[in-house]
T-cell receptor, first 111, second 114 residues
């Protein structure tokens, strides 16, 4: 079983839609959760990070963590064509070391 | 711009050869990470350094090695290259080596082995 699972998509939505991206993880020892956005041929760009259960909001983006279910989500409100990219969840143990990435979900927002 | 600089951007080489990828971390970041990204494997962790010392190791092949220098830049050496080593290689940096210190990625080096 992979340590973190993410549906690769692709996911296609119309402009203005609310997008929900999700990951599940297997080990409750994971403490830190991050979301990255990656445009084609570019490096992953940090969107949000959190370590607590609940919601964290930043503009049109909301990260949600449910540690009891080992489930993390990223919501994008009022999606724009410029949001078209691959979104990667990433998790980390408290002791540090590697950041473990999901496979990434390819998102396309159509005008 | 993340502040992490990777050179070169592209590298084309033949099987059996050796290459060196270079990374300069963000100013103030002490930890450097190397990742490999291929279409079928996603982002795979290779190795992490903190202030010159190796801190964590992933599935890095014995043909690959890395180091972090006193000025904190890092190099990833890939030798006896095989076709399957063709991938994007990313460097990332963070302030600390653990906890909620997020990683910031460079734009990668695209390696093509022919």
């Amino acid at each position: 079983q992979k340590e973190v699972e993410q549906d690769p998509g692709p996911l296609s939505v119309p402009e203005g839609a609310i997008v929900s991206l999700n990951c599940t993880y297997s080990n409750s020892a994971f403490q830190y959760f991050m979301w990255y956005r990656q445009y084609s041929r570019k490096g992953p760009e940090l969107l949000m990070y959190t370590y607590s259960s609940g919601n964290k909001e930043d503009g049109r983006f909301t990260a949600q963590v449910d540690k009891s279910s080992k489930y993390i989500s990223l919501f994008i409100r009022d999606s724009q064509p410029s949001d078209s990219a691959t979104y990667l969840c990433a998790i980390r143990y408290n002791q540090g070391g590697k950041l473990i990435f999901g496979q990434g979900t390819e998102l396309s927002v159509k005008p | 711009d993340s502040g992490v600089t990777q050179t070169p951007k592209h590298l084309i080489t033949a099987t059996g050869q050796r290459v060196t990828l270079r990374c300069s971390p963000r100013s103030g970041d002490l930890s450097v990470y190397w990742y490999q990204q291929s279409l079928d494997q996603g982002l795979q962790f290779l190795i992490q350094y903190y202030n010159g010392e190796e801190r964590a190791k992933g599935n890095i092949l014995e043909r690959f090695s890395a180091q972090q220098f006193p000025d904190l830049h890092s190099e990833l050496n890939l030798s006896s290259l095989e076709l399957g080593d063709s991938a994007l290689y990313f460097c990332a940096s963070s302030v600390e080596f653990q906890g909620d210190s997020p990683l910031h990625f460079g734009n990668g080096t695209r390696l093509t082995v022919t």
